[in-house]
């Protein structure tokens, strides 16, 4: 709702992107107003504090060019509001919710506050649907299940713009007709970066699907912190209002908690672990806590956020305290990246806590929690060989040590490193057979009897080998 515009002309001084303002203590926290100079241009802003002495603006834009003594501030919306329509599905905003694309602005079937409205806890369902990504080491080592939030601990240089944007083209809930959405949301993107998404939705016809929302680099660090929720607001609402199952990818989350911090900084408020606002716990918790299967509804929001991680530090405050909110964490390994192994996902730190719901007989395959837990023991054993040849030679190895040793390798190569190859879940589970059969059956003491009888020996067929022979 629109509100009558009332002016606050005593702008007592300007920091940053901050505007501070006198006799305002009847600005609502979140409200969005006009910011006038002496010009007549109007620049946006948003009500961070509010006190009996004045209230704080953050500027959407620079604020060079303002002047204490003629600039005014007036009232336009209560809150921080997004327009929203099922129309929105494949097209393109900015960080504000803008139309990018040059297409007319959506019609707005409903404004929606963008800071959503809690969820009720009582009302929520338990996840346990899987959602298939097409990437093997996610879907059977790490499964995402509808209604969580499983985030993507990266680092820079490593490909996970790429990771992305494939998770986008390929995520579906398998044997579901109901229908699925993607709301992906770019914080601080290059220009370079913004192509690439742009270029890459379109190419592969993900964005018929998809409602994108683009923040860039060069855009102001306030209009950062708005993105995330403007994409979650459009994924509520297409899942609650319309019954989709809207996945959310939020791309990176390290960009979104600078601007935190940078506007902290403006503020001159007390920092806290590396600089960062000690309330960035409880910010970031707003957003992933977003995520979720209502009880009675039939759509959900699940979510994937990607951040990056400062020199490659799983310590760092912002994975450390992402780790505490979300059910589990997808590691992108920087040693995989240098063998050339796409995507590099590394299953031995990733983790995901819910995955037990949502897979097994009925879901997925009865086999898959079995498999997935001999791939991981299997691994590990092979990478602490690889360690050992390091020191003492292969000579000083058993002969099922070596065979380890192989699966290491064959499992980087075959089963990690798909490219960019769709693979169903039985797919991701004809690999993964393929390569324990090279193993004797006396090792694969995390399967059944059962599925070895079934599956053992499976060969896999040539194209999920990228066309590279390999002896069985």
């Given at each position: 709702m629109?509100?009558?515009q ?8 300007i920091?940053?992107p901050?505007?501070?303002v006198?006799a305002a ?13 002496a010009?007549g241009?109007l ?5 961070i ?8 603006i953050?500027?959407?834009?620079e604020?060079?060019g ?11 919306e209560d809150v921080?509001r ?5 129309e ?9 919710g803008?139309p ?6 959506v019609?707005?079937e409903?404004?929606l506050?963008?800071?959503g409205?809690?969820?009720n806890p009582t009302?929520?369902a ?10 093997s ?7 995402l299940?509808?209604?969580q939030?499983?985030?993507i601990f990266s680092?820079?240089g490593l490909p996970?713009?790429?990771l992305a944007?494939q998770?986008?083209r390929?995520?579906?809930v398998?044997g ?8 992906f949301?770019?914080m ?11 270029q890459?939705?379109e190419?592969t016809?993900a964005?018929a699907r998809?409602?994108l929302?683009?923040n860039?680099?060069?855009d102001?660090?306030?209009e950062r ?5 403007m994409?979650?607001?459009t994924?509520e ?10 996945l959310?990818i ?8 600078e601007a ?5 900084g403006?503020r001159e408020e007390i920092p ?6 000690g309330y960035?716990?409880t ?5 992933y806590?977003?995520a979720g299967?209502v ?8 979510q994937?956020?990607?951040l990056?991680m400062?020199d490659?530090d799983?310590?760092h405050?912002?994975?450390?305290l992402t780790g505490?909110?979300?059910e589990?964490?997808i590691?992108?390994?920087r040693?995989?990246?240098?063998k050339?192994v796409?995507?590099p996902?590394?299953p ?11 897979i097994?007989?009925?879901?997925t395959r009865a086999d898959?929690?079995n498999v997935?837990?001999?791939?991981f023991?299997?691994?590990a054993?092979g990478l602490?060989?690889r ?5 003492t030679?292969e ?14 390798d064959?499992f980087?190569q075959?089963?990690?490193?798909q490219?960019?190859q769709?693979?169903s879940?039985?797919?991701s589970?004809?690999?993964?057979w ?13 399967l ?23 002896s069985?």
């Amino acid at each position: 709702m629109t509100l009558l515009q009332k002016e606050y002309n005593d702008v007592a001084y300007i920091s940053g992107p901050l505007l501070f303002v006198n006799a305002a203590s009847d600005l609502a926290y979140g409200a969005i107003v006009n910011i006038k100079d002496a010009n007549g241009k109007l620049r946006g802003g948003q009500v961070i504090t509010v006190s009996d002495q004045n209230a704080v603006i953050q500027v959407f834009g620079e604020t060079r060019g303002l002047d204490l003594a003629t600039a005014s501030v007036s009232l336009v919306e209560d809150v921080a509001r997004l327009g929203v329509s099922k129309e929105m599905i494949g097209r393109r905003f900015d960080g504000l919710g803008r139309p990018i694309d040059g297409l007319p602005a959506v019609v707005a079937e409903k404004r929606l506050s963008i800071n959503g409205q809690a969820m009720n806890p009582t009302a929520r369902a338990k996840p346990e649907e899987f959602i298939q990504t097409g990437i093997s080491t996610i879907d059977v080592n790490t499964s995402l299940i509808r209604g969580q939030k499983l985030p993507i601990f990266s680092g820079s240089g490593l490909p996970h713009n790429e990771l992305a944007a494939q998770i986008a083209r390929q995520a579906k809930v398998p044997g579901s007709d109901e229908p699925f959405a993607v709301v992906f949301a770019a914080m601080g993107l290059t220009q370079r970066e913004v192509s690439f998404f742009t270029q890459e939705f379109e190419r592969t016809g993900a964005l018929a699907r998809a409602v994108l929302f683009l923040n860039r680099a060069d855009d102001p660090a306030v209009e950062r912190l708005l993105t995330p929720r403007m994409a979650l607001t459009t994924a509520e609402y297409l899942a609650f209002e319309h019954g989709y199952h809207v996945l959310v990818i939020l791309t990176d989350l390290t960009n979104y908690c600078e601007a935190l911090r940078e506007i902290g900084g403006a503020r001159e408020e007390i920092p806290g672990r590396r600089g960062f606002p000690g309330y960035m716990y409880t910010d970031l918790a707003s957003l992933y806590e977003r995520a979720g299967v209502v009880q009675g509804k039939p759509g959900s929001v699940t979510q994937i956020p990607i951040l990056s991680m400062p020199d490659d530090d799983i310590t760092h405050p912002i994975p450390d305290l992402t780790g505490y909110i979300t059910e589990g964490q997808i590691v992108v390994d920087r040693t995989l990246n240098a063998k050339g192994v796409f995507p590099p996902i590394n299953p031995l730190p990733s983790l995901s806590r819910l995955q037990g719901n949502g897979i097994g007989k009925g879901k997925t395959r009865a086999d898959h929690k079995n498999v997935s837990d001999q791939l991981f023991a299997a691994y590990a054993n092979g990478l602490d060989l690889r360690k050992l040849v390091a020191i003492t030679g292969e000579d000083a190895l058993t002969d099922t040590d070596k065979l380890y040793l192989r699966f290491a390798d064959d499992f980087e190569q075959y089963f990690i490193g798909q490219g960019d190859q769709d693979r169903s879940i039985d797919d991701s589970l004809t690999v993964a057979w393929g390569i324990l059969s090279k193993l004797p059956q006396s090792q694969l003491t995390r399967l059944s009897k059962d599925s070895i009888d079934k599956f053992y020996g499976e060969k896999m067929d040539e194209m999920w080998r990228g066309g590279r022979s390999m002896s069985m």
